[in-house]
């Protein structure tokens, strides 16, 4: 799929922690792949914290290959941006460090976490990839990369569970078909087998891959498919405004309201 300028659009899905991604987007970047997407995806954080025998920087390296492991499932390039679980903040150093990664990678389309989610570290990247999108075409502000021309697409993914901290429903404006590629969904999140066993031991959940099917298949239903991912798109002043994952997605995007 090529834009205006007859470029391949270019689309960057950032997650908190890595399997983010996997859990909330994954069939989603099949389907964009499929249509000839460049796809890249990225992490805030390293996901240092997550076990009870490995140090933080043994399971660090550990999550970042699983990720990138994952990524080349769909010949994505991977970035971390190397931030620690849990201590994540919008502060101006790591902003700097997501507004490199805009002007680096240079996406047509972001997608990113739910504002409200069950943990801080989604909310506060999703704050981070919002502003670092609007601000990645400023001069002043000065990174490793030159200024980016842009405005990218920006849209949100589903919160976990489809709910806020209190368990009031956030519901999706659109919620993508990905029944065709289900199976790769699945393929890349068992990449992440670390998580998994750390799951098991600090949540009592066994059931990684399952619960995320369980999920993608309710998201489905609501459309009348076996399976899908919900998505809100970010209309605020200065963005674009038309839906251009409906455009490329014409057969797959249903549009809730």
């Not at 996997?22 to 997550?50: H, R």
């Not at 620690?84 to 389309?109: A, Q, S």
């Not at 021309?149 to 999706?172: H, N, Q, R, S």
């Amino acid at each position: 799929m090529k834009n205006n300028n007859n470029n391949i659009i270019s689309v960057l899905a950032v997650g908190a922690h890595p399997d983010d991604v996997e859990i909330m987007c994954a069939g989603t970047l099949a389907l964009l792949k499929e249509k000839d997407c460049k796809i890249q995806i990225a992490t805030i954080t390293n996901g240092d914290l997550g076990s009870a025998t490995l140090s933080k920087n043994e399971l660090a390296s550990i999550r970042k290959a699983e990720a990138a492991k994952s990524a080349k499932l769909l010949d994505a390039d991977y970035y971390c941006l190397d931030n620690h679980d849990i201590f994540l903040t919008y502060d101006e150093p790591t902003l700097l460090k997501t507004i490199e990664l805009i002007r680096k990678t240079k996406p047509d389309v972001v997608i990113t976490q739910s504002r409200q989610d069950y943990m801080i570290d989604h909310e506060v990247t999703s704050k981070l990839v919002q502003t670092a999108c609007f601000t990645a075409a400023i001069k002043n502000i000065k990174t490793e990369s030159e200024p980016f021309d842009k405005i990218p697409y920006l849209y949100y993914m589903d919160a976990l569970e489809g709910k806020d901290i209190y368990g009031v429903k956030i519901e999706p404006s659109m919620i993508a078909d990905i029944s065709e590629t289900i199976e790769m969904k699945e393929e890349m999140l068992k990449c992440h087998d670390s998580q998994r066993s750390w799951l098991m031991l600090h949540n009592g959940i066994d059931e990684y891959v399952q619960s995320m099917k369980n999920f993608s298949a309710m998201r489905g239903k609501q459309i009348g498919k076996r399976y899908g991912e919900g998505f809100r798109q970010h209309l605020g002043s200065a963005y674009p405004q038309n839906n251009i994952l409906k455009n490329i997605l014409i057969n797959q995007i249903v549009e809730l309201n």
